[in-house]
């Protein structure tokens, strides 16, 4: 899903993660909703069919409040496009929420374009370690929908970023991230937060968070210079002997999932992420991309894996996926990221 770039130019990382990044970052996900509901395995029971209304939302910490996509699911035999699902005259609202539940800000919605909808304040940023409530209700339609992130706490890419990288040097390239911190406010305000999961909320059933989120990341990286002479031998040999791969899908590398089993902290509690060489496409210009994602967005990815093959289960006891959204379905999660910029250049020897 989510994608990871690297690019060294300076011994400081850039803080603020490219436009671009983060339009391939939010778009992998969009088209990820699209796999899942025209994909084998079914979100719902197909024999007894029900119309459910989508929402798609990703906000990012420092960027301006997100776009809100609605639509509705279409029956298994109808070819799925977000044009013909689109649903219009939606109320949508998002709120932010202080650790005690009080109400801090408003933030009204006005629809762009048939599904889309953005904010009327365009200069309102989002803020980190802060919960956000979404509602969308409809003039022509009895749904109320409800979803709740907390966005993570920013991160920060602490290291300096050698200006050049040597590719498949012996000496691991190691990024040191501080992982950011919630205030106790913050956290108690998360304690005992009920949430409603997809299919689980049509039957008024729920479940209970009552832990601190475990620091979770993707690691997008996104090549700059992407000629066919740039490519890492390994991935020229793919290249060469796959027929079905597009040159244009191997600019972003993604790592997938990394939680706290992926990677170790040191003495000063910075997190220390060893970048693999595997993760290197294109020698030459490359942006590490790393995201922080909220519980919303893991646990919907971790699902969707097995909905989509990663799993062992036979198809009747793959679960459904993870929604977090109380009267239908989709995503409403939210990233903190960080960006590191190098230039990986190959020294035969």
Known sequence: MKILQLQYESHQPVKTMPRP??????????????????????????????????????????????????????????????????????????????????LLQ????????????????????????????????????????????????QIQIVNE????IQYQSEEQFTLLVDPGSYSEDVLSGMDGQETQHGEEAQHGQSTTTSTAPNVTFIINTIAQDTLLENLTPFYRNLYDEVEDIEFSELQVNSSGLLNEANFGRNT??????????????????????IHSVDENTNLFLRSQ????????????????????????????GSSATDTARIQVQFFPG
Request: charged residues 20%.
């Open 21 to 102: 990044s983060l339009q391939t970052f939010i778009a992998s996900l969009f088209l990820l909703l699209i796999l899942l509901f025209t994909a084998g395995c079914s979100l719902y029971p197909q024999d007894n069919y029900t119309e459910l209304v989508v929402v798609e939302s990703y906000l990012i910490t420092g960027e301006p409040l997100a776009e809100v996509r609605i639509s509705r699911t279409l029956p298994v035999f109808e070819e799925y496009s977000f044009e013909k699902a689109a649903l219009n005259d939606a109320n949508v609202v998002i709120t932010e929420i202080s650790p005690t539940g009080d």
């Open 106 to 153: 408003t933030h009204l919605y006005e629809a762009k374009e048939p599904g889309i909808y953005t904010p009327a304040d365009p200069s309102v940023r989002v803020k980190p370690s802060t919960r956000y409530n979404l509602s969308v209700t409809f003039d022509n339609r009895d749904e109320e929908i409800r979803a709740t992130t907390t966005t993570p706490a």
């Open 161 to 164: 970023i050698p200006e050049i």
């Open 268 to 289: 000063d509690g910075l997190i220390e992420l060893q970048y693999p060489w595997l993760a290197v496409v294109f020698l030459g210009q490359n942006e590490v991309v």
């Open 305 to 332: 894996s097995v909905q989509l093959g990663g799993s062992t289960l036979p198809p009747g006891e793959i679960p459904n996926i993870t929604y977090r959204v109380d009267g239908g379905i989709g995503i409403f």
